[in-house]
């Protein structure tokens, strides 16, 4: 794992506490259900979306650091604007799959019963949102939405994919917009909301990470350490989650697989206990 990746995001925010550091202040353990799930670039593999983990790269063998710092948007923001504009366009060839749609439909079950939701996405495909999901942060940014890198106002932009020609911003004119995502060393989106779901929940499902991208990664062990029940699944075991003792108290449950095929018996499985 490239040391750059681990610590991506860290150098701009203080992390959450270690569990270790809570213990002593731990709440009582939560007795009315709530439910946070984190996903990641393992929930939109199965619909063709690619990672930068791949062994081949995700793009014409480009490194993640030459495309996805401030420095290389500065370096060269004709190469960065290529490189997302391009994703941009290429979700158009992509749709969610079982995974997202049993996470929407999970929403809405539990919005029918009255329990809190929170989906997280550390990815910055739309494949929540085209399958339902609303209780949702998109903690890295979004591929739609474009930002200006003067005035900072937000734009939706689904229409202009050229790779070759920026886009200037339709509220102050400044010539050039920027892909709204997060790049290395900028601080994720919702922080403070993402943690109150956290440090609150009941149940924390963790879908499709590596468990090596911070803060994300740290919120398994807080969801525990508060006591929530939590299930990882992910093809391989994440490097956040330890090899547990059957039978331990509060233990990690994971289930290997892939997302399109795991996540909606998760979902049926959940929905079926809190009936009964």
Known sequence: ????????????????????????????VQT????????????SQDSGVPTFRDAQGLWEGLRVED?????????DPALVWRFYQLRRAA??????????????????????RGVPFLLVSQNV???????????LIDMHGQLRRLRCEACGAPDWNEADLDPEAFVPCPTCGHARLRPDVVWFGEVPYGLAAI???VARCTRFLCIGTSGAVYPAAGYLAYARANG????VNALERPENVREDV??????????????AEVVPRLVEACLGELAT
């Open 1 to 28: 794992m490239d040391p750059a990746r681990r610590l991506r995001y860290t150098r701009a925010m203080p992390q959450p506490k270690r569990a270790a550091e809570r213990a002593s202040v731990r709440p009582p």
């Open 91 to 112: 979700l158009a060839r992509v749709a969610p799959n079982a995974a997202h749609l049993a996470l929407a439909r999970l929403e809405r079950a539990l919005a029918a």
């Open 32 to 43: 009315v259900e709530s439910i946070v799930v984190l996903t990641g670039a393992g929930v």
């Open 246 to 259: 059957p039978g331990q108290d509060n233990a990690v449950e994971f289930v290997p697989g892939r997302a």
């Open 67 to 75: 495309v996805a710092t401030p420095e290389a948007w500065q370096r």
């Open 195 to 197: 943690e109150r779901a």
């Open 125 to 135: 495909d739309d494949l929540h949102r085209r399958a339902g999901s609303e209780a």
């Open 228 to 231: 929530a029940r939590c299930v």
